[in-house]
């Protein structure tokens, strides 16, 4: 059994934050696998279902973002699900908007909510990296994080969502690879159309200027035989 943990802030002031994709991620999964109703436990919100031939539990915690270890751990523990068979979705400023990678252990980043798991469980977990880009400055970085996405976004949150969604399959079967290689071209902008060139303008009708009359052509003959002639006599 997998246990897919969304990181996210609870409750409808943080529901479209960059900080919340996570949550956004694992509701579109939710979705897309037709996975059974949400219910409140382990200290978050669950909900049941199959992916491919994989039993998962998704998890959403309740906790702020700070305390997230404490719902994994919950469930986890609960469930008897280890490490190996959990994996985070998560915001990763480091990546740019749209980017995504996939992880199992190492350092938090920074990020509190992976902190918080760590704390808990150690940090032999799977991570899937949703890249949302960086503000340019640390100290931009809160109110970046917990801004709503911007409308530039839109051109590529929905078609990363989906994509996310409909290839979870390969990475929980443990093709990390196909996972990445079908992610990439299903959220591959289309390419643009190629410029038509302009026709080439059809050539100018030119019109044969009059050949010149030379002095000694066929009308000076005729002048001179004209008067050449002798007059007649009346």
Not at 43 to 62: D, F, H, N, S, Y
Not at 73 to 92: N, Y
Not at 214 to 228: C, K, N, Q
């Amino acid at each position: 059994m997998w246990l897919l943990v969304g990181l996210g802030n609870p409750g409808p002031d943080y529901a479209r934050t960059r900080h919340n994709i996570g949550f956004i991620a694992v509701d579109a999964i939710v979705r897309r696998h037709s996975f059974g109703p949400w219910r409140s436990r382990y200290q978050g919100e669950t909900a049941e279902g199959t992916i491919g031939t994989e039993r998962v539990l998704a998890l959403k915690p309740a906790t702020f973002m700070n305390l997230s270890g404490q719902a994994v751990a919950a469930a986890s523990r609960f469930l008897k699900i280890p490490p190996a068979a959990i994996l985070v979705l998560h915001d990763e400023l480091d990546l740019a908007p749209g980017r995504v990678r996939v992880k199992c252990g190492g350092g938090a980043g920074g990020h509190n909510g992976l902190k918080s798991i760590d704390s808990h469980l150690g940090p032999e977990y799977h991570r899937l990296r949703l890249g949302i880009g960086h503000p340019g400055d640390k100290d931009r970085v809160t109110g970046y994080v917990l801004s709503a996405f911007a409308k530039t976004d839109e051109e590529w949150r929905p078609a990363l969502l989906d994509a996310v969604a409909e290839t979870i399959p390969l990475l929980l079967g443990g093709d990390e690879t196909g996972f990445l290689n079908r992610l990439a071209l299903q959220t591959r902008p289309p390419k643009k159309p190629r410029a038509e060139r302009p026709a080439s303008p059809a050539p100018a009708e030119t019109t044969a200027a009059p050949a010149p009359v030379s002095p000694g052509g066929a009308l000076a003959e005729a002048l001179r035989a004209a008067l050449s002639k002798p007059s007649s006599k009346d």
